[in-house]
């Protein structure tokens, strides 16, 4: 499964449903390190980053495996706090299982997580939270050793509402001492459900969604069998793909409320959505208009994560869009890989502007990041002749099956080996 091949330019037509989220189950994986017994997690996609959590699961002494699509994990044996060099880099969010190794066993050891195709990825906001709580960390040579013999609860306010740090926040205060109580919180639905799992297991957590969290730390846990939240941006990418195609497409297993800023932006280049319980439909007839102005913000802001994917969508439209991508500093590198299929996008630092064109051609593209690489599937199904897409191991960081998902959509998508 090294390529993905298109044969683009038709409509697409039909229904999928919607697999569980990546950036949920990640974080939710490290929080079974606070439970010393079993839990389930349904609907837990099968990810390669899931397998990357799964590896360090087992290294830490717990046990994991699959029923399914419910993975069943037992954290009793947990035996270990140290995340070796090879495991941290293959996946950059590791860093979330700092907090949860020191409220269960008092250290840890990791080393730093390498960058990524988003640009650097600094871990300072983590590390202060951590140092407020009364961990002691010290970073030697890429290194860190933490102790947190005991952590105290108390306020405590993020600079910028950062998702990863307000998770470890989350995690490291559920072995506080007392209350923990988080200013300018990140709001995304993903810590909504890990607030949701961590009630499941008896702990208590309350706020999520808001910018104020609070947590009451060590608290008796418990067995519990928890079902992942749908992936709001795998949602988004198949209402892509079918705006940019032209056609029809119902999703199911979707939360409409989550998609609100991005189901605005294909209203207004001329889609037709409706939501309802758990679904929602969408039709185009491929021509679309502009966007007007799409600026990327926490949530409920314009998902960063959706940016490269609406681009794609508005490639072939009769409109000029502008993006300003305000959360992550490098993340235009999908664009080079778009203009070899004939898109006109202008780049200056943060901001890019697509000049719609009436058509796209297929090419040999290659995958540079997770998001830029399911953006190269949209336009490979708007552009007319065969899209190759390479390196995509990129998207199966967070797409269980693209070429299933699409050819659900009637797309023309088969991998070649
Ligand atoms: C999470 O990353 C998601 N990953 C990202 O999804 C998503 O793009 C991002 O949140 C924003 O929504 C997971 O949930 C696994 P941040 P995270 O901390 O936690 C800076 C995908 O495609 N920052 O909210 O790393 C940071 O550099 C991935 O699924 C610091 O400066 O994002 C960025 O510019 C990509 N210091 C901004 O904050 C820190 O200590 C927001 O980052 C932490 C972050």
New binding site residues.
Partial sequence: MSEIIIRGGGPLEGSVEVQGA??SV??ILAATILHPGQVALRGCPHLSDVDASIRILRHLGCQARWEGDELLVDSSALSRWDIPDHLMREMR?SV?FLGAILARMGWAEMSYPGGCE?????????LAVLRKLGADLREEGGHLRCTAQHMEGREIALS??????TENAILAACGAEGETVLVNA?R?P?ICDLQNFLQAIGCQVRGAGSSTICIQGRRETHDAVHTVMPDR?VAATYLAAVAAAGGTVELRNVDYRHLSTVTAALHEAGCRITGGEGRIALRSDGRLGSAGTIRTA??PGF???AQAILMAALLRSQGTTVFVET???SRYRHVDELRRMGAEISVADRVAVVTGVPRLSGANVQCTD??GGAALLVAGLAAEGVTKVGGVRHILR?YEDPVRDLAALGAKIEWES
Avoid: C, M
């Fill in positions: 990546k950036n990640l974080p969010s979330i988003l640009g650097p990825r600094p871990i300072d906001l983590h910028i509402p950062s998702v990863g740090a990140a995304e993903e941006i926490p949530y998902p960063t994560d959360i992550f500093e997770l998001r967070g």
